[in-house]
């Protein structure tokens, strides 16, 4: 059996699923996509699964980009984020829900510190639930092996990860009232909004201005996201028609986009714990706003 274009192109989300979540970058998911085409003619005619080969072909192609790119994000400048994307370029037909964790920022950037046979393998069983054997093809390795990956990612995630209890039907109402008191510069307003242990963080790359390090503490990031916002206003242009903020649902959370003149100049996520922001995040390197601004 060969692979038509019509069955690639059925199941060209869910390898850009696989791909984003592997690389942290939508546009190298999409380059990496598209070398798996270009390899279709390449394919056995007894492959059987044509979603099990192609998993396997755009799994290892993320495997060679994550190990060419390990020496970039050591120099990489100040703190960084994944691309941000819209979360329904990210959702499949199949259990939607229950993937939606692995697309936040917070858990793409607890990926990195896994080595790329341990990311490939901890998401291929426990996000897109493929079994031991076909993981062992993917990495050319024993289900023996696999097992002993997914086991030591499951325990390095586990010990990281963040738990955040978030109700989208409780956000919505203090999202208008976080950003009221932001664009106000009402300090002790916004603070009722933040957890005790909030953090900031931006990733600018170096590129734009941006925090090199992430900021903690109510009181603190309180501060900066006032200063920040009101510095906007007053020295990059104060003319308030220049700007413009549009809610988004962004990696699986609720987020701002921040345009200047028409021209997405940053996007801000907001994870919650209950009712009140846990993390704020905000993507200002112009190349990782490139894909969104073009999908939104």
């Known amino acids: 059996m060969k692979i038509d274009t019509n069955t690639f192109q059925q199941l060209r989300p869910y390898l850009f699923s696989v791909a984003y979540r592997m690389l942290g ?21 007894d ?3 044509a979603k099990a080969w192609l998993t396997r072909v755009v799994t290892r192609l993320c495997i060679d980009r994550l190990k060419a790119a390990r020496s970039q994000r050591e120099e990489y400048v100040g ?15 199949e259990d939607v829900a229950a993937r939606q964790e692995s697309i936040t920022m917070a858990f793409l950037v607890l990926l990195e510190s896994l080595t790329p046979s341990e990311r490939a393998a901890f998401l291929l069983r426990e996000v897109f639930d493929e079994d031991y054997d076909e ?19 499951k325990a390095h995630v586990a010990e990281r990860r963040p738990r955040f209890d978030a109700d989208r039907q409780r956000q919505t109402a ?22 005790e ?9 170096g590129k734009v201005r941006a925090a090199l390090r992430s900021v ?10 006032i200063g920040l916002w009101h510095k906007a206003m007053r020295s990059i242009d104060p003319d308030p028609q220049a700007w413009n903020l549009t809610q988004a649902d962004i990696n699986g ?27 704020v995040r905000v993507i200002r390197n112009p190349d990782k706003l490139e894909w969104l601004a073009t999908h939104t």
């Not at 970058?25 to 005619?45: F, G, I, M, N």
């Not at 959370?253 to 993390?279: C, N, Q, W, Y």
């Open 25 to 45: 970058s939508a546009a190298e998911a999409e380059d990496t996509v598209q070398d798996c085409w270009l390899r279709v003619s390449s394919a056995p005619d």
């Open 47 to 49: 492959l059987g699964s």
């Open 79 to 93: 703190e960084w984020l994944p691309e941000p994307v819209i979360t329904s370029a990210l959702e499949t037909a």
């Open 135 to 153: 993981i062992a093809s993917v990495l050319e390795t024993t289900p023996a092996a696999v097992r002993q990956l997914v086991h030591r990612a």
């Open 174 to 195: 203090i999202i208008s009232r976080f950003m009221s008191a932001v664009s106000a510069g009402n300090l002790e307003e916004l603070q009722k909004y933040l957890k």
């Open 197 to 205: 242990d909030v953090v900031y963080t931006a990733d600018g790359g």
């Open 216 to 225: 903690i503490g109510t009181n603190s990031v309180a501060q900066v996201l």
């Open 253 to 279: 959370e609720p987020a701002f986009l921040v345009t200047l003149h028409g021209k997405l100049d940053s996007v801000m996520i907001l994870s919650f714990d209950t009712d009140r922001v846990a993390a």
